[in-house]
């Protein structure tokens, strides 16, 4: 059978590098967005970073959502949201104890009313996670973002040269602003998970410039006199296809947890989405023109040009 895949041609022509001054406006104009929506509406944070508890329950009928939240209310849950979660029985409550109560006696408070008022009510999982220790999870999960994006600066200065690193770090700070900006403006939940799914985009979009640098990197030792824009336009139009297909792949992985995962994997996964087509679009458009506009050295040994495979 002959494979769909084929649909997509093995090379483009587009002209990526006229394009460049337009993607550097719309990507200020972007990060602007994002800075604006990030100082006036903050993000919101989940019980991992403000501190709160959180149940999962079962009730025996459909769960009323109005009476759950007005259960949690009355006997000291602020902040109370409830989401429903899965079945129609099932429901995600989660709230923050009052200044001066043990955080753990006020979670057992509240399922005690629960039981009271809901008879046959089961709690699935109980968290709770006091003040002190959600500022240290809120500092270790912006350090770990720190580190991911300083290692990632030393292995492309390692592997690469030093303006192919400033690029990359650079598409990353860029792909770590906008992700904040998108949960931001979104005002998706903001938990220990998306400082996961931050550093799996961190990932994906520093292996993107990898594999951007390599294609560049092997075209300018083979066409040594050709202009560096030309060079980038060839390099860019020959990994497309590769890129349209990964990208796309981990999408449709990604879509089966939006329609099944439930509220609870939802943030987690428009993040990594997102994460992957800001991620494609910095490689082109924020990493590459650094280089476009620095220059790279084209003194390191010639490759040996591409054979034809045999039929």
Known sequence: MWPLIRILPREFHF???????????????????????FFTKG????????GGSMIEVQTKGPADIGALRATMMRV?????????????????????????VNPVEGAERIKAELAKTFPGITFKKVEVVGPKVSGELMRGGFMALGVAVFLMLLYIWFRFQLQFGLGA??????????????????????????????????????????????RLRENLRKYKTAPLGEVINRSENERLSR??????????????????????LLPLVITMVFGILV????SIYVALPIILLWGVKRGDEPAEPLKPARA
């Open 15 to 37: 002209n990526f590098v006229r394009l460049a001054p337009y993607a550097a406006v719309f990507s200020a104009i972007l990060i602007v967005l994002s800075g604006v929506s």
């Open 279 to 282: 991620g494609t679009y910095s």
């Open 76 to 100: 000291g849950g602020e902040d109370a949201q409830v989401q429903q979660l899965g079945a129609p029985n099932g429901a995600m409550l989660r709230f923050r104890t009052a200044a001066g």
């Open 169 to 214: 770090v650079v598409g990353v700070f860029h792909d770590v602003l906008l992700t904040l900006g998108m949960l931001s403006a979104t005002h998706l939940e903001f938990s220990m998970t998306s400082i996961a799914a931050l550093l799996t985009v961190i990932g994906y979009s520093m292996n993107e410039k990898v594999i951007t640098f390599d």
């Open 243 to 264: 890129t349209l297909i990964t990208g796309s792949t981990a999408i449709l992985a990604l879509s089966g947890a939006v329609f099944f995962g439930g509220p609870v």
């Open 43 to 50: 993000l919101n944070l989940g019980i991992d970073f403000i």
